[in-house]
């Protein structure tokens, strides 16, 4: 038996029990011995050739020791019976007497083996001399068979790709960069204080810099392998991210990003007015972008070629039309176009429903018609006390009394057709003293104004209230019905809330904090325009002549109700001008300066809408005798203003056909 000290067995017994390396601490703590003894026994056993060192793994400070070939071969023998148990106690005579001595073992002397006993004595004699190897070499039983060249290249290349790989994963390094992505493009709000992460897989990240536009920055927060950054406030334009990190040996990897700060809006060229087009015929809208923005038309997106857009669309759109640009960070750029409807040439005079139901009123119309005088009727379907004078089918109208059925509106149509003039039916919409008695009857006190008294207003016996949708809706009704039965245009009369001071009076749905009336008048003509259009319908709208310079105090916006309707119809009557209007001191007396000077101030405000104007004018005698010279004083004055279209107002329906004298551009 070899000559090593029990404690020496009894190291060399746990590591062949472990099968494994083992380090110096686990080997005391399981021997209950300290860690020095263990070291020392570690020592002896490796100058017996039983134990070596084995290499150092990077990150762990304790020696690991393992067992070499030869203590693999020879080692389960040197500790036979070496440590007690319960079945297998240590006695003094199996106590090794060279125990505690340390000597080192010496191994037997092999025998040759079987194929070697034909050897030449001299090989027997060299065989024979004490030669104590290094190693404990294992010998075949066999003669070695020939080398396998194929199975050799084999697992060179294999050991060789296994180098590559090994060679190629150390030098990977991995750095994901998250919060950001690349080529963004954002705002500038949206981007700063934003956090930005960096995760460094492969490589230690303590050596980890970052660059913006080249520049060095500092303030971030390191958390082992991973980096947080928190944008600060950035200047508009391009920039680039960079991390650079360092490998062992193979130097070093770098990642970086590309983004973009924009905070301008993107341009966005297009006329806001273009110019006049048939009623139902078909209408390019075009214009100007950046190459990178989306463009939406009326809600439908459009396609771009260098920044230039363009949708057809199959007739003009009734009302503004919203365009929309929208860049890659999110800026908006927005406005409105209106696409004005060409209003054909229009000369017309009032006519009542009576009056078309009576042969001696009807009859001389007919004749200025057949004159050339005139080429359209402005027939009256709702007047100012609120009777329908045509046979309407609408239920309200039935349910309230307000159908007068003087004439048929179909048979009326036809006839004025065949007579080659179109046919305008005049509305008069909030004042009507018919409907206000029938819902206030009925107790819808929301459907009527009210003085601050609570009771119904009494100015023009009665005025219903614009903010009521039954109300909308019952106007709306009759617009549909007459475009049914073939009309050309609606003119809205009375599109306005009563004259005086909204603290005078109640409107049910009007606060301080709700939308003003103007803008609720002027969204149901946008309402009304939209249905009208489906029936290729002109829409126009009466107003005051003194609404281009104090509209709102009637809720009539003159710019506004332009991109709404077809045409403006302000009542230039020079009886209604007080004297010092316009510069005019005497304006009933003097109707071409009232007239030219009134028409110049719409012209004024209606600039750059390309919104006809069709004015009312005066035929019938307040304080001033109006015969052919006034009338023609105010056609003359018109056309030298460059507005020759108009509409003649007697409530009597008698005109002054010697000064109806038309003047063509």
Known sequence: MPLLALSD????????????TCVVSEVATALATSEQEVIQAFDNLRRTGLTKAAIDTPGFQTN??????????????????????????????????????????????????????????????????????????????????????????????????????????????????????????LQPLNIEGKEISFNIDGTNARSAQIFLDDSLISGFQRYGNQIFWVVPPLPEGKHILRLTVDRRIYGEVSREIKFNIDGTPPILIIPNVLDPVEMGQAVTISGISESDATVVVGGIPVSSSDGKFQLQLDRPPAGPLSILAIDEAGNTSSLEIVVPIKYPKTHAVHVSAAAWAYPDLKNPIIDLIKAGKINAVELTLKDESGYLGYNSKLQLARDAGSIRSQFDLVDAIKELHSLGVRVIGRIVAFRDPILSQHAWSLGNKDWVLQGIDGQPLSKYGGFTNFYNDQVQE????????????????????????????????????????????????????????????EFDVFQGVSVFGIAATRGEQIAQDIPEMAKVVDYIAPMIYPSHWAKGEHGVSHPEAQPYEITSAALAEFQRVLSGTNTAIVPWLQDFTLRVRYGSKEVKAQIDAAADVGIFDWLFWDPTVTYTAAGIIPRSS
């Open 9 to 20: 067995k009894k190291v060399l017994h746990h590591i062949l029990s472990q099968g494994k």
């Open 64 to 185: 690991r020791w393992t067992l070499t070939t030869r203590g693999y071969q020879v080692g389960p023998s040197l500790v036979l019976d070496v440590v007690p148990s319960e079945n297998n106690p240590v006695t003094p005579d199996r106590v090794d007497p060279a125990d505690g001595w340390g000597f080192p073992w010496k191994p037997v002397k092999a025998e040759a083996p079987v194929y070697a006993n034909n050897l030449s004595k001299r090989a027997r004699r060299r065989g024979n001399k004490t030669w104590r190897p290094t190693l404990a070499v294992y010998v075949p039983e066999r003669p070695p068979k020939r080398r396998r060249w194929g199975l050799l290249f084999f697992a060179t290349t294999f050991t060789l790709i296994g180098i590559g790989l090994l060679f190629v994963t150390i030098r990977q390094v991995n750095i994901e960069i998250s919060g950001i992505d690349d080529a963004a493009s």
């Open 474 to 533: 019952y106007n709306l009704a009759i617009a549909t019905e007459a475009a049914k039965a073939g009309i050309d245009d609606i003119l809205w009369d009375y599109m306005r809330r009563p004259e005086g001071s909204l603290d005078k009076m109640r409107i049910p749905g009007f606060t301080s904090s709700s939308e003003k009336p103007s803008s609720v008048i002027n969204k149901f003509l946008a309402k009304a325009q939209s249905n009208l259009h």
